[in-house]
């Protein structure tokens, strides 16, 4: 089982990136044009996930998304969900997608 990390622990590493570390997660939304380029930033997203076998869980709306990160086998925050919450902010950065 992954450490768990506490919000002192990741908030340099999640320094740059729409993420914030509470209530055991981490969270971050971002806004889109509209809601097919949100999709499209999920699609990337959940391409990414698959690869690292660590899924988010996902709100999607008109012109946003949303991403909540647990390691639900660990009971809260781990590395593997600062690695994802890293490249999340990468993917919605490429995709012109601005935090909420």
């Known amino acids: 089982m992954s450490e768990l990390l506490s919000a002192g622990q990741t908030a340099s590493q999640l320094s740059g990136t729409a993420f914030t570390h509470g209530d055991g997660v981490l969270q971050a939304g971002y ?30 709306g008109y012109g946003s998304i ?23 902010q990468q993917l919605a950065d490429e995709a012109g997608a601005a935090p909420r």
């Open 31 to 60: 806004t889109t044009g509209d809601f097919s380029s949100a999709v499209r930033l999920l699609d990337r997203v959940a391409a990414a996930a698959d690869a690292m076998n660590h899924h988010p869980d996902v709100t999607v």
């Open 66 to 88: 949303g991403f909540t990160l647990s390691s639900h086998d660990a009971g809260g925050v781990t590395s593997r969900d600062v690695e994802l919450a890293r490249r999340i």
